[in-house]
């Protein structure tokens, strides 16, 4: 029929995409501590916060399903292994810039993680 989208029951909804791109930017994170690309963690942490307020509204204009909360779980944990592991990194004693870890854990290690929201 025309003008009717049927919707896949398998397809990805906005809140498992949004779920999916915070899972995709703590593997990053992660890829760019171990590299000591500190300004990459920043920026990937920054691009975060606006998606993790997109993740808000849509929990609030409506519950996830069975499924959803599934998956979510699933992410929301590899999301907190990857941060630990980045906490991790970042309290190790640096091994080639003290001023860049120094300034580094200035503002990463002391905030809590912006993934428990």
């Known amino acids: 029929m025309k003008g009717i989208t049927i919707m896949d029951r398998h397809a990805p909804s906005e ?4 779920y999916a791109a915070l899972e995709a930017a703590s ?10 690309d500190w300004d990459t963690v920043c920026r990937l942490e920054g691009a975060c916060a606006v ?6 509204d849509l929990v609030a204009q409506r ?5 959803e909360q599934a998956e979510r779980m ?5 999301i907190l292994a990857n941060d630990a592991e980045i906490r991790r990194i970042c309290a190790a004693p640096p091994a080639t810039d003290p001023s860049a870890m120094a300034s580094m854990q200035e503002g990463w290690v002391a905030e809590p993680s912006p993934w428990m929201h």
């Open 15 to 18: 809140l498992l995409r949004h």
């Open 27 to 36: 593997h990053d994170m992660l890829r760019a501590a171990r590299e000591a």
């Open 51 to 56: 998606v993790i307020a997109r993740l808000r």
């Open 63 to 67: 519950a996830p399903d069975a499924h």
């Open 74 to 78: 699933r992410i929301l944990r590899t």
